[in-house]
């Protein structure tokens, strides 16, 4: 079955300091994935996804994401955090390209970020 | 506006009751999705429809019900409220015309039953 793990249920880094979110799945072929963040009362904000090409990807607010296929991996990465960045951030994964329409999440990284 | 809104945003019910959440988008996407997160359990699909006429049971669908009134529109029922449905619910849409499977999410409904 695919499946999703964040080993981090929570990460606290520095404001300034550089970041990096696991994200490892579980799945037979190369799936879509995507990374979203959830900042305090709201819903989930896209921040970047990955389906083909270039593996490593640029999203919104500065972050980007490797896509490593030998570690079945999409680690999110950040060079410097702001405090505004304190939030919950979720991998999710879709079956490529059979168009399912289904995401499977992870658990979720609770990050806190100290001034 | 809003692409993706949910009513209410905040809901307080007591064991028993029916609450019916609403969501409605104007992304013009065909597919909506019903979600509950539940803190450490990330999101669980609850329920999920391809189009008006196609409704599909999600992972945890017992004690829900849905109705897709129109491409726009989704709607969530608890039946007979119970405190573990204590949680807070978003809805999601995606296009399938976009071969991506990229949702798009509301701002959420937090639910408390007591």
């Known amino acids: 079955a695919q499946s999703v793990t964040q080993p981090d249920i929570h990460i606290t880094v520095s404001e300034g300091a550089s970041l990096e979110l696991r994200c490892n799945y579980s799945y037979g072929a190369t799936p879509y994935l995507f990374w979203y963040v959830q900042s305090p009362g709201q819903g989930l904000q896209l921040l970047l996804k990955y389906f083909s090409g270039d593996t490593l990807v640029q999203g919104i607010k500065g972050f980007e994401a490797e896509f490593k296929r030998s570690q079945s991996s999409f680690n999110l990465r950040k060079p410097s955090v702001h405090w505004s960045d304190a939030a919950e951030y979720f991998c999710?994964?879709?079956?490529?390209?059979?168009?399912?329409?289904?995401?499977?999440f992870g658990q979720g990284t609770t990050l806190q970020v100290k001034p | 506006d809003a692409d993706v809104t949910q009513t209410p945003r905040n809901r307080i019910t007591k064991t028993g009751k029916r609450i019916m959440l609403e969501c409605s988008q104007t992304k013009g996407h065909d597919r909506m999705y019903w979600y509950r997160q539940d803190p450490g359990l990330g999101l669980q699909l609850i329920y999920y429809s391809f189009d008006v006429k196609d409704i599909n049971k999600g992972e945890i669908s017992d004690g829900y019900s849905v109705s897709r009134q129109a491409q726009a529109k989704f709607s969530l029922s608890l039946e007979s409220a119970i405190p573990n449905q204590t949680a807070l619910y978003f809805c999601?849409?995606?296009?399938?015309?976009?071969?991506?499977?990229?949702?798009?999410f509301g701002p959420g409904t937090r639910l408390t039953v007591l």
């Open positions: 999601a849409t995606s296009d399938s015309r976009g071969y991506t499977d990229t949702q798009y």
């Open positions: 999710a994964v879709a079956p490529g390209s059979s168009n399912t329409g289904k995401l499977i």
